[in-house]
């Protein structure tokens, strides 16, 4: 509906928010005053003076792309009167890595990069601008986050631009190829079944309806219904597409279904309209060679009206089961407005109201109308690939742009699989095994790390509870798909393995700390090991963090992302250092202590391995082996465990182990572990002793 009212010009200096005045101010210093859109809102005019130089709109008024921290980010776009950017801004976010990790000066940097852009232009992030698209430099460890922006600032200044006449609007790279409707299917079928399968659409207004569609405006009060008649029937309005068989013979008889197809002329179209009810479609204000003014059919965004040529009086049906319609009518759609029979279209119905000697208020209450599918077919749609790209969802188009990082993980991952089911054979070979577990930490902190940001957070655990609370949406978790696959693999490798494989295998910041202490070894740096007594207390302060973070995230997500910055992984491994101090001096304490001690940082504060560390205890299979010598009287495996995840009992602490296998290597070496050292010579002995019987000890082995 629209409503008519005088609107005041609003000084600049009064306008809200705050942060979209300095928008507009950076954007068009000239700006002086600023008018809300009479016919929407949320789109403001800008006046130098009297002089119209512009628009202002929120992105969050017209989409709400989820971003990264499963929130919607809102900019502010200013548009010149040619339809060019002049100015955009996120004026507020919800992003971790933003809020805590990347200045916001440098988001406002990629921003500023729109400035001068049409607003139907194609716009891309990162790669080389073409004839079809400009691309715009990207923000190294807010990849995600940056495309969202740049998804929410030109979807619509393309949308607000087309509403307001300065660039073309259009529905996608093209249009589908015209639905052909089937002429030689027919099916008899009753008035009943017709409206049954979507075949007759029916829309039915009461005088209550049309009363409180006009509320809240000039036309509220006039002509409204007694309280006793807001029940009352105003139309009942049916609607059909005549030109299938089913629907046209049914409803028509053969003789003037004939007649209308021989009327028709290539790439026109017949509808039906029949309705009964106080209110006329056809309207009695109408004349001969004018234009019928209450209804109108809209399709592609495009609306198109009736003629008195278009249209054709009809009163001859008599389908079975049919109610009494007294006013009916077959309308021709002509060739011009290239309507296609296949796309969904409405047929709109104004309803208007008197409120002054000149002045009228309108109501368009649209009957929406949708072909079914068994009536017509359609050629197939030849795209291109960028062509199909572009009309996918966001979250398809990071996975595209993203298939080499996703293929190279994937490959890693099963290097990985492989590793732990053949590991009773790898570590048989200790030198290749150490071989192979340095170059995956390698892999992992060079490429899932610094590469490809593909560290695991708690704040992803956080979010993800708080997103099954407040609305689950897959699409919050897809946008990242270097996160989304290794969240699946890790949910998986859990429930096999515990999270030892994750903290000892796919972590970055993990394996950036052991391969530090390896070169430490290396260098004969002096190594201290924590009593088991500290550390069997210490190893609960990360769960106590865990439970912190966690109950500050039921009232405050956004707080429990900042107190996450006990993990030093955005420092580290996000933004590669590039932070400040205070940030960057936190995290390399705790590698520097990692010389010293491996992974303290690991075993005692990580608020992720304990979150990980719970569901351990679900896990399916025990894979480590162990003898019954183990912890008594052996206890070789405990002291080289380096991160003290064996009991001097000798059991595995699967919830603080981080699955080296170390201690796999040391349990088939008879060179190295004492039982099999036992066993080994028992034999030696038996073959030197000719004559006697062979003595060899027997070594339970306890799988």
């Not at 009064?14 to 809102?41: C, F, H, L, W």
């Not at 742009?401 to 492989?418: P, R, S, T």
Request: one cysteine or more.
């Amino acid at each position: 509906m629209t409503v008519s009212s005088a609107v005041m010009a609003m000084p600049l200096k009064d306008y809200e928010p705050v942060s979209g005045r300095q928008v507009i101010q950076k954007a068009m210093p000239v700006v002086t005053d600023i008018q809300p859109r009479e016919s929407n809102r949320a789109i403001q005019e800008l006046y130098a003076g009297d002089e119209l130089v512009g628009y202002a709109y929120q992105t969050l008024d017209f989409v709400q792309t989820p971003a990264y921290s499963g929130k919607p980010i809102n900019a502010m776009v200013v548009l010149d009167t040619e339809g060019e950017i002049a100015g955009a801004r996120v004026i507020h976010h919800d992003e971790p890595i933003l809020l805590i990790g990347i200045p916001e000066a440098k988001m406002h940097l990629f921003t500023d990069q729109y400035t001068g852009l049409k607003a139907d232009q194609r716009v891309t992030v990162g790669g080389k601008s073409s004839e079809r698209r400009v691309a715009v430099d990207g923000l190294s460890g807010a990849t995600v986050t940056v495309m969202v922006i740049n998804e929410v600032i030109m979807k619509t200044a393309h949308r607000v631009g087309g509403e307001l006449g300065l660039v073309e609007v259009t529905t996608g790279s093209k249009r589908p190829p015209l639905a052909e409707v089937d002429q030689n299917a027919f099916e008899e079928k009753t008035w009943e079944e017709l409206t049954g399968d979507g075949s007759i659409r029916r829309m039915h207004l009461t005088r209550g309806m049309v009363d409180d569609a006009f509320k809240g405006g000039p036309a509220e009060g006039i002509e409204t219904a007694a309280p006793e008649q807001r029940d009352d029937t105003f139309i009942d309005l049916y609607a059909a597409y005549l030109d299938a068989p089913t629907i046209g013979r049914n409803l028509l008889g053969d003789s003037q279904y004939e007649w209308l197809m021989s009327e028709l002329k290539d790439g026109e179209h017949a509808i039906a309209v029949m309705a009964k009810g106080t209110y006329s479609f056809r309207g009695s204000g109408y004349v001969r060679g004018g234009i019928f003014d209450r209804v109108q059919i809209r399709q592609f965004g495009d609306t198109f009206n009736f003629r008195d040529l278009d249209y054709h009086r009809l009163s001859d049906v008599y389908l079975e089961g049919m109610p009494r319609l007294p006013e009916m009518a077959i309308y021709i759609i002509r060739q011009q407005y290239n309507f296609d029979p296949g796309t969904p279209w409405s047929l709109e119905l104004t309803i208007k109201r008197q409120t002054g000697p000149l002045d009228s208020e309108f109501a368009v209450v649209p009957l929406e109308y949708q072909l079914p599918e068994q009536y017509y077919t359609r050629a197939e749609v030849e795209l291109s690939e960028e062509e199909w790209l572009e009309e996918q969802p966001l979250w398809v188009q990071v996975w595209y742009q993203k298939e080499f990082q996703i293929i190279f993980l994937a490959l890693g991952i099963g290097v990985l699989l492989f590793i732990l089911f053949f590991q009773d054979w790898l570590v048989k070979k200790p030198r290749v095994m150490r071989w192979i577990r340095h170059a995956f930490l390698t892999y992992t902190l060079f490429f899932i790390g610094w590469y490809a940001l593909g560290q695991l957070s708690i704040v992803n655990v956080l979010t993800f509870v708080n997103s099954l609370i407040s609305g689950f949406t897959w699409e919050t978790f897809l946008i990242d798909p270097m996160l989304f696959v290794l969240w699946s693999v890790v949910a998986g490798i859990v429930l096999l393995w515990g999270r030892a494989v994750y903290c000892g295998w796919l972590c970055p910041f993990g394996a950036l700390q052991e391969l530090i202490n390896e070169i430490a070894r290396k260098l004969k740096v002096p190594q201290y090991t924590v009593p088991f007594a500290w550390h069997e207390r210490l190893w609960a302060i990360k769960y106590i963090i865990l439970l912190v973070l966690f109950g500050v995230s039921l009232e405050s997500l956004g707080t429990a992302e900042q107190m996450a910055e006990v993990e030093p992984f955005k420092t580290a491994i996000t933004l590669r250092f590039d932070r400040s101090w205070p940030f960057v001096t936190y995290a390399v304490l705790l590698l520097i202590v990692n010389i010293f001690t491996r992974k303290v940082y690991c075993r005692y504060l990580c608020p992720l391995g304990a979150a990980l560390a719970l569901p351990t205890k679900l896990r399916v299979f025990d894979w480590l082996k162990r003898r019954k010598e183990c912890g008594n009287p052996c206890r070789l495996c405990d002291h080289e465990c380096e991160v003290q995840a064996i009991h001097p009992d000798g059991h595995i602490n699967y919830m603080e182990c981080h699955y080296c296998l170390d201690c796999q290597m040391t349990y088939f070496d008879d060179h190295k572990c004492p039982p099999l050292i036992v066993k080994r010579r028992g034999k030696r002995r038996g073959r030197n002793a000719p004559g006697r019987p062979e003595e060899i000890p027997v070594v339970q082995v306890h799988e």
